[in-house]
């Protein structure tokens, strides 16, 4: 058990999950975006492309907002709803066949395979802290730009 | 054209007092929060006395049986920013004194005590505790 997360990976990439990862129009870039969703899902975290994760993922993540990965983050059904519409219409595609859906970008065959090259001290510097905080590398994410030319590991 | 101008004067005014009216409607002062928990922790309990800052600090700096306290987020110093325990993003300064925005929207007011205190403590808190609270954070100085 020298690497955890490594053979967590592993174990992730063998099990396959059935999501292949975002179609993008323009380089690494996403360009969908809604006032609402940029301030009720960028408030403790960069709020997350919809296209990284299929639209059954992010349903599964809006009707858990009260248990969201160890805080409450439930809102008023109005703003839910508006939010939730947003992230299914520019949902990623579902490629695959129906398995239970992802809830982390992380988990995500697509993400692993992207981040195969970074080094594990990478991931244990305590200014990335976790795989879930994009903005530590990518210096564009607040902006949805993931492009490797603005990419800074620190 | 004296009639279209008027007209549009007309709307533009109809439009702009009705703008003032809805921003109204939203905008609070932390004072006006107090009277609001105030009433509400007067009806809880008959007996109630008044908030103590003294009081909202404890509760601020400590854990309440679970992992993280206000201050985990929010720093013990709530007049600079923190950052969330967990994602490490950054957070603005809670205390009224050093940041205009807090405590002037009851949506937001609302929707960030009833998260926060769900993490924090487990369950709502009452209008005495958010009344402690918001009394100590209106204490302190810039």
């Known amino acids: ?48 492309p919809p296209a990284l994760l ?7 993540v809006m009707a858990g907002l009260d248990k969201h990965f160890g805080t ?29 859906p992802p809830l982390r ?19 244990k510097s305590v200014k990335v802290k976790s795989p879930s905080n994009c903005a530590a590398c990518h210096t564009g994410a607040e902006r949805g730009d993931f492009d490797e030319d603005n990419l800074r590991i620190p | 054209m004296r009639l279209a101008l008027a007209f ?3 709307t ?19 004072a006006d929060f107090l009277r609001t ?40 110093n709530p007049t600079v920013g923190g950052k969330h325990a967990k994602t490490d993003k950054p957070i603005g300064p809670l205390a009224p004194t050093a940041n205009a925005e807090r ?3 009851p949506d937001k007011v609302e929707k960030w005590f009833r998260r926060n205190c769900n993490d924090v403590v487990g369950r709502e808190c009452t209008p005495a505790e958010k009344g402690d609270v918001l009394t100590y954070l209106m204490s302190l100085a810039k």
């Open chain 1, 1 to 48: 058990m020298k690497h955890p997360k490594r053979i967590g990976y592993l174990a992730l990439l063998i099990a396959g999950v059935p999501w292949a990862g975002p179609v993008l129009a323009d380089g690494d870039r996403y360009t969908a975006t809604d006032p609402t969703w940029k301030a009720e899902c960028g408030s403790c975290h960069v709020a997350y």
């Open chain 1, 54 to 60: 299929p639209a059954a993922s992010w349903r599964a």
């Open chain 1, 72 to 100: 409450d983050a439930s809102l008023d059904p109005a703003t839910h709803a508006r939010i939730t519409t947003f992230l299914e219409r520019n949902a990623g595609r579902e490629r695959g066949a129906p398995a239970k």
């Open chain 1, 105 to 123: 970008v992380t988990e995500t065959r697509w993400f692993v395979h992207k981040h195969d090259e970074v080094p594990g001290a990478v991931w």
């Open chain 2, 8 to 10: 549009l004067a007309t």
């Open chain 2, 12 to 30: 533009f005014l109809a439009t702009a007092a009705a703008l003032a009216a809805v921003s109204d409607a939203h905008a609070e002062t932390p």
């Open chain 2, 37 to 76: 928990y105030e009433a509400a922790a007067r009806q809880d309990d008959s007996g109630f006395t008044g908030f103590s800052a003294q009081r909202g600090e404890a509760f601020f700096k400590t854990t309440h049986g679970r992992e993280w306290s206000c201050a985990s987020c929010h720093t013990p």
């Open chain 2, 103 to 105: 405590f002037t929207r």
